[in-house]
Nanobody, 129 residues
């Protein structure tokens, strides 16, 4: 069974920063697009970002996090990151890493769960105001 693991969540104050990581011991990330999703209590899971397999420069973001969050990947370390700056209370959610079925992303479908093969168990981010 392929396992994808997120880490780095925690409790921070509004305005602070946090970096999430995602890796897998059984799956090589290099060939796949990678996504970050989040789900707040009582809300649907939503896409945060999607990054192409070949370049961190080709990354798409949800409007709610543009300018504050930065996704990046280190294929040599088989790791996906999400740098979250200027955190707000509304960023409080469980954050999930998702491994795409293909090597590329598109802003038109980055939020479609069917585009992703594997998911992590999530890491909790709580932002106090």
């Amino acid at each position: 069974q392929v396992q994808v693991e997120e880490s780095g969540g925690g409790l921070v104050q509004a305005g602070e920063s946090l970096t999430l990581s995602c890796t897998s011991s059984a799956l090589t990330f290099a060939a796949y697009a990678l996504g970050w999703f989040r789900q707040a209590p009582g809300k649907e899971r939503e896409a945060v970002s999607c990054i192409n397999s070949w370049s961190s420069r080709t990354t798409y973001y949800a409007d709610s996090v543009k300018g504050r969050f930065t996704a990046s990947r280190d294929n040599a370390k088989n790791t996906l990151y999400l740098q979250m700056d200027s955190l707000k209370a509304e960023d409080t959610a469980m954050y999930y890493c998702a491994v795409g079925k293909y090597d590329g992303c598109s802003v038109s479908w980055m939020d479609q769960f069917s585009r992703y093969n594997y998911w992590g168990q999530g890491t909790q981010v709580t932002v106090s105001s």
